[in-house]
């Protein structure tokens, strides 16, 4: 099915100009959409077509690159986009929206919702589309994270967007599933048989997923506030990234089995007590600092929409246990912040050290074999072992075999936005998350939330933007090992390189 209208909840928001009208432009440039599609932005700002289009068209020409840009018919693009005011709180509005969806698409029909607004929209918005008559069956719903604030909202979300929809129309969508190299995780562990074997608690030591970004909340403040890192972030992206390390091989890759096994992960990841909590789940905030060009960067409480008290964390880190055959007592550390040293998002596999050392290696190398999985920038994976340096003597040191997107003819195509959507267009379920997946993570990260607001004497550290966060989160990571700051180079072997 492809829509031949979609309707764009948030239409005048961040994330709308920012990510999907850049997404649907690009489908557009590829044929990719109805040929008489129609977009149609709503949202409470007062807006008419013509202002709503020059400011998507400015959108277009910042996010996307110009050859991208060239690549598309833009003018063509803008002309189909339509923007209603509407606030989709109220009830009676969606008179304006049904009348609004007939004028433009002659029916009310093949209509692809898009929930781009702030959470506490989610139940209202599907409730009052049963109200008025417009979840037609031949309509799909994609749903923004993050699902809910908590396990509850999570669990009555789920019920209200399935009392007007049905399950195979609802596309809950974490845009990291959409990233190449998020599905080549998959790629990487089941098209080989090399490194299944390896892949377990026997071999394996300790994962570390480092998701972090070098900006701060921009104008993202009002969302941000509700939300913080680990609504943002570690509920959804890190713990996905954490179920493609873990899961089990699917029996097929389809909807049913691979979804299966990401839920299975879910529900082994070992409840963490209070005393847990306290100890290895550690919570940060930028405060203002100078870059080292000099530039003054604002700490968070000094962004717009930001409360000058708030205790919102823009930075997480944690230690995951998986309670299972294959990984029982592997840490998984997971972290996430803003306003870091730069923007990068990798996995980390560190295999077992050798029984037994044999050979000196040279200064500052770690002994450990590691896998690297970069899903951004310079995507690839860096498989890092010791060599003998050559000359007298016998010294080992750590060199990468690494493989780079470009061995693959270029860099990793699509956008994950253009590539969610167009499986929401067909009907292809297997990348977006199921409603027992949403639940079943909210239900190991429900306590974190619940321990924060019943203690409020447990720390948020102040960190200087452009650092790499709270140094009490090396405190999570146990036998005087350390978190791996990301090299800018990917085959870089330093510990300590250069960004
Ligand atoms: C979004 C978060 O889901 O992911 C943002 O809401 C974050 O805060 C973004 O910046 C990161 O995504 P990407 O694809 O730029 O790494």
Redo the contacts with the bound molecule.
């Keep these: 099915m492809k829509s031949n209208i979609i309707v764009i909840f948030g239409g005048s928001g961040d994330l709308a100009k920012r990510k999907l009208m850049p997404a649907l432009c690009l489908l557009h440039s590829g044929n990719k959409l109805d040929k008489d599609f129609i977009i149609l932005g709503v949202g409470r700002t007062k807006l008419d077509n013509e202002s709503y289009r020059r400011s998507i068209g400015d959108g277009l020409s910042k996010y996307l690159s110009v050859n991208e840009v060239c690549n598309v018919n833009k003018e063509n693009f803008l002309s189909r986009i339509h923007y209603l005011k509407m606030d989709p709180a109220k009830e009676q509005d969606y008179t304006l929206l049904k009348e609004a969806i007939s004028a433009l698409a002659g029916n009310v029909g093949k209509i692809l919702y898009y929930l781009a607004t702030p959470p506490s929209l989610y139940e209202q918005i599907p409730a009052n589309l049963l109200k008025s008559a417009l979840n037609t069956p031949e309509s799909r719903i994609i749903v923004e ?1 993050p699902f809910g604030y908590n396990l509850q909202s999570a669990g009555k979300m789920n019920d209200i967007l399935r009392s007007a929809f049905a399950e195979k129309q609802i596309f809950r969508i974490d ?2 599933l959409g ?1 190449e190299t998020v599905q080549n995780i998959l790629a990487f562990r089941f098209a080989n048989g090399i490194f299944e074997p390896l892949w377990n608690r026997n071999y394996i030591d300790r994962v570390e997923i480092t ?1 972090v ?1 070098n900006m701060g909340i921009e104008d993202r403040g009002g969302f941000y506030e509700g939300a913080g890192a680990l609504r ?2 570690v509920q959804n ?1 890190l713990i996905q990234l954490l179920a493609l390390v873990a899961m089990e091989p699917p029996v097929a890759f389809n909807e049913q089995e691979f979804r299966n096994e990401v839920v299975k992960v879910y529900r082994s990841l070992r409840p963490l007590t209070d005393e847990e909590i306290s100890k290895n789940v550690v919570r940060g905030q930028y405060i203002a600092s100078h870059r080292k060009d000099g530039i003054k960067i604002n700490g968070y409480r000094e962004e717009k929409s930001v409360a000058a008290d708030s205790y919102t964390e823009t930075f997480l880190a944690m230690k995951v246990n998986i309670s299972n055959w294959r990984w029982e007592g592997v840490p998984f550390y997971i972290r996430t912040g803003k306003q870091m040293p730069t923007k990068v ?1 990798e996995i980390i596999i560190h295999f077992r050290p050798t029984p037994h050392k044999l050979f000196n290696s040279s200064e500052g190398c770690p002994e450990q074999n590691q896998l690297v999985i970069r899903i ?1 920038p310079n995507e690839g994976a860096v498989l890092k072992f010791d060599m003998k340096v050559p000359g007298s003597g016998f010294e080992v040191k750590q060199v990468p075999m690494a493989f780079t997107y470009d061995k693959l003819g270029g860099l990793p195509s699509g956008d ?1 936005y253009s590539k969610l959507i167009e499986d929401c267009m067909n009907g292809e379920p297997v990348l977006f998350t199921r409603s027992d997946a949403v639940e079943a993570s909210w239900n190991y990260f429900d306590p974190i939330l619940r321990y924060w607001q019943e203690n409020s004497d447990i720390p948020l550290y102040g960190y200087p933007a452009g650092t790499w966060g709270p140094p009490e989160s090396d405190a999570i990571i146990e036998g005087g090992k350390c978190w791996t700051n990301p090299c800018k180079n990917l085959t870089d072997t330093d510990l300590y390189c250069e960004l």
């Design positions: 994270k845009h990291f990233k998701a970004e943002d972030m992206h998002s951004q994950a």
